[in-house]
């Protein structure tokens, strides 16, 4: 019998299938005519309820008094399950965040995705809104930054 593959080799070939088959429904979706208002708007839906359900939860993680801290540790989690890697700032009550690797973005690419139809950044956008939300309710998140719009990286400015 071969051995096995560690846990965390197999949690990363599961996201880079996961994130591939998300790129290429969309692209698939494209091709077949299908608006791309009617995508994005059901990708973000769909994102969102997931930033939702990540907020529930870590709740009993950080218990009712969520800081600015416990916000950047959620984020960085969230950031590691999606295989993102980005750098944080934490300045009084606002965390800067630059996306320094995405492979999201890196689908797209690869399978030639048009600029208007990388979904990746809006989905991240609602995700993460609704996660921070979730745990705050006047966490406020933005991207400053969009690298499917021609930015050389995503940035991110979240504030409670």
């Given at each position: 019998m071969e051995p096995a593959l560690p846990v965390e080799e197999l949690a990363s070939?599961?996201?880079?299938?996961?994130?591939?088959?998300?790129?290429?429904f969309?692209?698939?979706?494209?091709?077949?005519?299908?608006?791309l208002e009617k995508v994005k708007k059901a990708s973000d839906k769909t994102?969102?309820?997931?930033?939702?359900?990540?907020?529930?939860?870590?709740?009993?993680?950080?218990?009712?008094?969520?800081?600015?801290?416990?916000?950047?540790?959620?984020?960085?989690?969230?950031?590691?399950?999606?295989?993102?890697e980005m750098i944080e700032e934490i300045?009084?009550?606002?965390?800067?965040?630059?996306?320094t690797k995405c492979p999201w973005q890196a689908a797209n690419l690869a399978i030639d995705m048009p600029g208007d139809w990388r979904l990746c950044q809006s989905g991240h956008l609602a995700f993460t809104q609704n996660m921070y939300k979730g745990l705050i309710p006047n966490a406020k998140y933005e991207l400053t930054e969009k690298m499917p719009s021609g930015d050389q990286i995503c940035v991110g400015r979240t504030s409670i």
């Open positions: 070939q599961r996201l880079k299938i996961m994130v591939y088959s998300y790129s290429l969309t692209k698939n979706l494209m091709e077949e005519g299908v608006e994102w969102a309820i997931l930033g939702q359900q990540t907020a529930e939860q870590l709740k009993p993680l950080f218990g009712e008094n969520v800081n600015i801290e416990a916000i950047q540790q959620s984020g960085a989690m969230a950031t590691s399950v999606h295989g993102m300045s009084g009550n606002t965390i800067e965040s630059k996306v």
